[in-house]
């Protein structure tokens, strides 16, 4: 029994230590199992080693084992800090969550400031009504005969403000301004079969009358995609060339650049219907450019 007289501490998994000879130390260690998971063992001093059975530990094989439990302190304290830990991911989930709400704050901003772009780019940049049309007096040279609301050719909807006016050429050699405007008119009559959509703001005929169709605060089904910021002119000729007759030349001239004023556009905001969708329209503008260009100046110097 050598070293049996030594005393030692011994600790239990609790923590709790005592000062015991090494021989109750050792059979405190012996007997861990049947003290209930106690756990007792040498944290020093100890005497000689009696290996074999291993009812005896030495010192040094205490020290081996001490720093084992301490791991397992360890362990069991990172557990205690896993679980820290983890109410560390739970504030990482807590700041995982306002920056997820930041995020979603500045996607929403974003969105609104495109919204407001957008707005801007497609309003602001156009800068809406230059000019209330509805209050537009016309001139006693125009004639009204205002064509009826229908699906087809007059849709009374507003045209809420005009970037260009549209120049077109009836294709219908020889027809009359009046011919032209009750061809418009006609389409009411179609039906629910019906599919032709056509019609002006005014026509102006062979002897250079002018006849308006339709009120220029509302579409006209003209030229196509930009129905919706043109006023649009039909313009008669008296055979396939598309020419117009002095006449209606010069009422054109005159129409085209009354309308530029009253909408408040510029003189040179004229284009024609072959600008907007490549038609040959009017047949004779888009056949000589030159004319075109010569009609755009004295639409200048009106
Ligand atoms: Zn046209």
Do not use: C, F
């Given at each position: 029994m050598a070293g049996g007289e030594r005393n030692v501490w011994i600790a239990a998994a609790?923590?709790?230590?005592?000062?015991?000879?090494?021989?109750?130390?050792a059979s405190a260690e012996e007997n861990r199992d049947e003290r209930n998971q106690e756990g007792w063992i040498v944290l020093?001093?100890?005497?000689?080693?009696?290996?074999?059975?291993?009812?005896?530990?030495?010192?040094?094989?205490?020290?081996?084992?001490q720093p084992a439990r301490l791991r397992e302190n360890e362990s069991s304290r990172s557990r205690r800090r896993g679980g820290g830990s983890s109410g560390g991911r739970r504030r990482g989930g807590c700041r995982g969550a306002v920056l997820s709400f930041l995020c979603?704050?500045?996607v929403i901003f974003s969105a609104f400031l495109a919204g407001m772009g957008a707005g801007w780019y497609r309003w602001g940049r156009e800068a809406g009504p230059r000019v209330e049309l509805s209050s537009i007096e016309m001139p006693d040279w125009i004639e009204q005969d205002l064509i009826r609301k229908n699906i087809y050719s007059r849709p009374a909807v507003s045209l809420q403000y005009v970037?260009?006016?549209?120049v077109h050429y009836?294709?219908?050699?020889?027809?009359?301004?009046?011919?032209?405007?009750n061809y418009f008119d006609g389409l009411a009559d179609q039906g629910q079969e019906g599919g032709t959509s056509a019609s002006a703001h005014f026509v102006i005929g062979l002897e250079g009358e002018i006849i308006q169709c339709i009120p220029i605060d509302e579409i006209a089904y003209a030229s196509n995609n930009?129905?919706?910021?043109t006023i649009s002119i039909e313009c008669c000729h008296p055979d396939e060339t598309g020419k117009f007759t002095d006449a209606t030349y010069q009422?054109?001239?005159?129409?085209?650049?009354w309308l530029c004023d009253a909408v408040k556009i510029g003189r040179e905001d004229v284009i024609r219907h072959y600008d907007v969708s490549g038609k040959a329209c009017p047949l004779y503008f888009v056949d000589h450019e030159e004319a075109w260009e010569a009609f755009r100046e004295d639409v200048k110097n009106q």
């Open positions: 609790s923590g709790e230590q005592r000062w015991h000879t090494l021989r109750e130390a020093e001093g100890g005497g000689e080693t009696r290996s074999g059975n291993g009812s005896y530990r030495s010192r040094r094989s205490a020290q081996m084992r979603g704050v500045l970037n260009d006016i549209v009836v294709a219908n050699p020889g027809s009359t301004a009046e011919q032209n405007r930009r129905n919706y910021d009422s054109l001239v005159k129409l085209t650049a």
